[in-house]
């Protein structure tokens, strides 16, 4: 029997010696076994970066699933609740899977790499569900989270930098496509996707050739702004685009052990996600039983008046306080919007689009507590929407 | 060409004749399809050798509710019936027990073995009231469950707190524990172990064999009898009653997939390329059969699929079948004794033994075997003078290490033989032809997975409410217009007919609702 080397203590993603040279805070955390930075030097500036320029973030640890083999499509359309027949080869799709409850297990990014295979990156381990979905069936799972170096480019500036480094034909990639080019002799994946809601990309190598692509990707973008940002920046920018996260804005069901702490995709607004056309699909007969008879949740973005953020607040239908109706999942003061946003979570059938609500805010002075009632808007769309995001092709700043 | 019915059975076994024939009576258009030339599924007769035939699957009858019996104006003819059990022993000191009496015992275990006996049966008289209806769904609202579920609770309750206590006790625990704790003899020990595990892969130490115990006793408090013309005469008869319903029955129909349009059962496929449909599909074949390979995964949910690709169902239990040219000699045994059971079970602990190498593939070096002489009272099975011997030996796991070939069935007929041969001497010389059906070959003639009785162990966590799996316990599957009947669904195997019966009333109640 040989040995098998296990790596002791934090991983280091391929790109952590470029992140430490700029790392002046110390503050890293674990993701999934790497270390990771919560900021560099300020995750004010790094969010700027995003809106204003270009922030890069490493997101190597993202899960990465490749799934293969003749019932590639089979398998992978009837794991999620979308219908995959519909995503060529070179797109994305966001997609979210249930178990058989129709209860959210997670979402994420699935991209059809090439005819029949692809690949899905999320943000849990799902080895075992995986392997399951697989079970008659003539498709393969591989594990590939370590094989692959990832780096999300976003931000206004990220295509002209893109395109000075030298990626050819980026200017007719749409949002949700995804193309290869060559790099140094290997193949560099770039897609048109990301997790703060503005124009961005992210690329996908061999990790090899992380820190060539990383220098490379650097002295392109120099003098647009470019700054490598942590995960406090990435997170004020996913909410001000309306986008959830897991086990912050719902609970994925395999971690879940109470009943009703999960949430079905209709009850994380994601119901444009979900295609009862497919005659079978993970969830299916539960989500079509929910449709029936009424969900109990409902996500609602809210636009809460003051400025101070409604983090872990209660929400209620008035401002007495009498009925609480649920509760905020991820607030905060977006700088760009100018606007003190949430993510939460209500009762049926509370939260409607357009209407009020009320959340208690406490908020510290010098040690003494305060508390406000304070009016929130449920609104339907992104907090934050520009049109950048979609233009084809983007424009050169 | 397709034609149209309102229910479709797959396979004509026990259970899926006893539903079709419900199915009709209650006005549906029924058709079973059969793979094999005769129905019965694994209770049917057959030829084994030249002018020899035997009940080649289950041969002894002792499980058949007495509900479908009524229900289908069923009255078998009986080669033998209230067979006692003979316990052998090398010495000729036998333990003969039937009913609630026993002997070749002392004193003590004679009353131990009578107030067992009345336990026993007290407990089987209340699981088989639930063996007859369709288990409660936990978690739900509906009425009818929760109805069930408060009678079940009521039911357990009346048997007084201290009965209660022990069947609660009892449910979960191994049959060894039971029985030394209970008995001196060890053969009265290893005869009762053995039919505690008889056609499982459980051992006598192995939980909840006091459960299949119970479930053994539960239809006709363990009355053993055969049917003149083996079992294959029983299904015979269910088919006649099933024609006489209106439906049809076709044999050498093997289907092949079980056709599902936009999300619910259309129809069948046989492998011939015929097509038949109907919206409602129900199958006797194993679970694990019907979803994986009628259905495909694909037309199900994950979550589902893994439960039914977990379910353990192994085969332990060959049949060993001799023609004889003459009764052997048995010291001991009186001439009449031969139209009984007899099993080869010295102790508790030789049954765990042979056990044991089934754990890891092997077979048992020295196996339990029950046996019976069906030609003894039956003169249609063998020609004039002659017998043939229907044999359960254990233990010969489904998955042997090395796998199934001539060399391994022809090295484990030959342990068989020599050990029925300490007891009957000269059993060899009178061996004209033999034939050994392992799970393996069980699973070939018969298409149940594994090659095991039950088509899933009878375990408590494959039991009742959980029986396939957890979620589709109520014969309807996850798929629209999909219901299963078999021995796999609720309770379990035997030839009971009542997962048939339960099945057909579920659908029967469902559809009308």
């Known amino acids: 029997m ?54 890069v973030f490493d997101l190597t640890p993202m899960t990465k699933y490749r799934i293969a083999g003749p019932d590639a499509l089979v398998y992978i359309d009837r794991l999620v609740t979308r219908d995959m027949s519909k995503i060529r080869p070179g797109r994305v799709a966001y997609a979210v899977w249930c178990n058989d409850q129709g209860q959210v297990i997670d979402d994420g990014t699935i991209f059809h790499l090439k005819d029949g295979e692809y690949r899905l990156c999320s943000q849990e381990r799902h080895c075992a569900w995986l392997m399951d979905a697989a079970i008659g069936l003539d498709a393969s799972i591989t594990d590939e989270t370590a094989d692959v170096a990832a780096l999300a480019v976003q931000g206004p500036t990220s295509f002209a930098i893109l395109s000075r480094m030298g990626i050819d034909g980026l200017g007719e990639l749409k949002p949700f496509g995804l193309m290869h080019v060559d790099f140094e002799g290997t193949e560099l994946m770039v897609s048109r996707t990301g997790f703060t809601g503005d124009l961005g990309y992210e690329l996908w190598v061999d990790p090899a050739k992380a820190e060539v692509l990383w220098d490379k990707l650097f002295a392109a973008g120099e003098i647009t702004g470019i700054r490598a940002i942590g995960t406090d920046a990435l997170e004020l920018a996913r909410i001000e685009a309306g986008y959830i996260m897991a086990d912050i804005d719902f609970l994925p069901a395999h971690a879940t052990v109470r009943t009703g702490r999960t949430r079905s995709p209709l009850e994380l607004g994601l119901d444009w996600l979900v295609d009862f056309k ?56 977006s700088p760009v919007c100018k606007q003190n946003i949430a993510l939460g979570t209500v009762r049926m059938p509370h939260g409607a689009p357009g209407s009020n609500l009320w959340v208690e805010v406490f908020y510290q002075r010098e040690m003494h507590w305060s508390r406000m009632m304070a009016r929130a808007e449920v609104v339907d769309k992104p907090f934050w929407f520009p049109k950048r995001r979609g233009l084809t092709p983007p424009e050169l700043v | 060409m397709t034609e149209r019915y309102d229910a479709i059975v797959i396979g004509a076994g026990h259970n899926g004749l006893v539903c079709a024939a419900l199915l009709a009576k209650a006005g549906r258009k029924v058709l079973v399809l059969e793979a094999n030339e005769r129905v019965g599924g694994a209770a049917i007769t057959r030829e ?53 009496k026993v002997t070749g015992v002392a004193e003590a275990d004679v009353s131990s073995y009578r107030l067992f006996h009345r336990q026993m049966t007290r407990f089987a008289d209340l699981l088989n009231t639930y063996l007859n209806t369709t288990p409660p769904r936990l978690g739900t609202s509906e009425f009818r469950d929760l109805a069930t579920l408060a009678r079940l609770g009521f039911d357990l309750r009346r048997l007084g707190r201290d009965e209660m206590r022990t069947f609660l006790r009892l449910i979960g625990i191994n049959i060894h524990d039971e029985v030394t704790e209970r008995f001196d003899s060890p053969l009265l020990r290893g005869a009762l172990s053995f039919d505690a595990v008889l056609g499982t892969h459980l051992g006598p130490r192995s939980p909840n064999t006091v459960m299949t115990y119970l479930y053994r006793l539960a239809a006709g408090h363990g009355r053993l009898s055969v049917p003149q013309g083996g079992m294959g005469s029983l299904a015979e008869e269910l088919a006649q009653a099933a024609r006489t319903a209106g439906v049809t029955i076709r044999t050498n129909m093997p289907v092949e997939r079980i056709v599902v349009e936009n999300g619910r059962v259309a129809g069948v496929e046989t492998a011939g390329g015929e097509r038949f449909e109907s919206l409602t599909v129900v199958s006797n074949a194993d679970p694990k059969r019907t979803i994986m390979e009628l259905v495909g995964a694909r037309h199900v949910e994950t979550g589902f699929t893994r439960r039914i690709n977990n379910i353990r169902m192994r085969g332990n239990a060959a049949k060993l079948h001799l023609a004889l040219d003459g009764l052997p000699g048995i010291d001991g045994l009186a001439k009449n004794e031969f139209g009984d059971r007899l099993v080869i079970a010295p102790d508790e602990h030789y049954v765990e033994r042979a056990f044991n190498p089934a754990k890891y593939g092997e077979c048992s070096a020295e196996p339990v075997v029950e046996m019976t002489f069906p030609g003894f009272r039956d003169k249609t099975l063998a020609p004039t003078g002659k017998h043939v011997m229907s044999c359960v030996v254990q233990y010969a796991p489904y998955a042997l290490k090395n796998g199934w070939d001539d060399a391994a069935r022809e090295a484990f007929t030959k342990t068989c033989i020599e050990t029925i041969g300490r007891y009957a001497p000269d059993l060899e010389s009178r061996i004209t032809a033999s034939e050994l059906l392992t799970p393996a070959d069980i699973e070939r003639e018969f298409h149940i997975t594994g090659g095991h009785w039950h088509h899933g162990e009878l375990a408590l966590d494959q039991f009742m409410f959980v029986r396939p799996v957890c979620g589709a316990a109520q014969y309807r599957m996850p798929l629209d217009g999909l219901y299963l009947c078999g021995a796999g669904a609720h309770p379990g195997g035997g030839v009971s007919g009542a997962a048939g019966r339960n099945a057909a009333r579920f659908i029967i109640r469902e559809q009308s609702a």
Not at chain 1, 3 to 29: C, K, M
Not at chain 1, 33 to 49: M, Q, S
Not at chain 1, 281 to 304: M, P, Y
Request: contains cysteine; hydrophobic residues 40%; glycine residues 6%.
């Open chain 1, 2 to 55: 040989s040995a098998i080397e296990v790596p002791q203590g934090r991983l280091r993603t391929p790109f952590y010696s470029r992140l430490a040279a700029l790392d002046t805070l110390n503050s890293w955390h674990t993701w999934k076994g790497y270390t990771v930075p919560d900021a560099l030097y300020c995750a004010d500036t790094e969010y700027f970066a995003i809106r204003n320029a270009t922030g």
């Open chain 1, 278 to 333: 497919k005659p079978n699909f993970n969830g299916r007969r539960a989500l079509a039983e929910e449709k029936r008879s009424g969900s109990t949740w409902r996500l609602v973005k809210l636009d809460i008046e003051g400025n101070k953020p409604a983090h872990h607040a209660y929400i209620f239908a008035d401002a007495k306080a009498r009925r609480n109706i649920g509760f905020v999942t991820s607030a905060a003061w």
């Open chain 2, 48 to 100: 084994f050798a030249d002018g020899y035939s035997v009940s080649a699957c289950a041969h002894l009858l002792y499980q058949l509710q007495p509900k479908v019996r009524k229900e289908l104006g069923l009255s078998p003819k009986l080669a033998s019936d209230a067979m006692q059990t003979v316990a052998l022993a090398q010495d000729g000191q036998h333990v003969r027990y039937s009913g609630a």
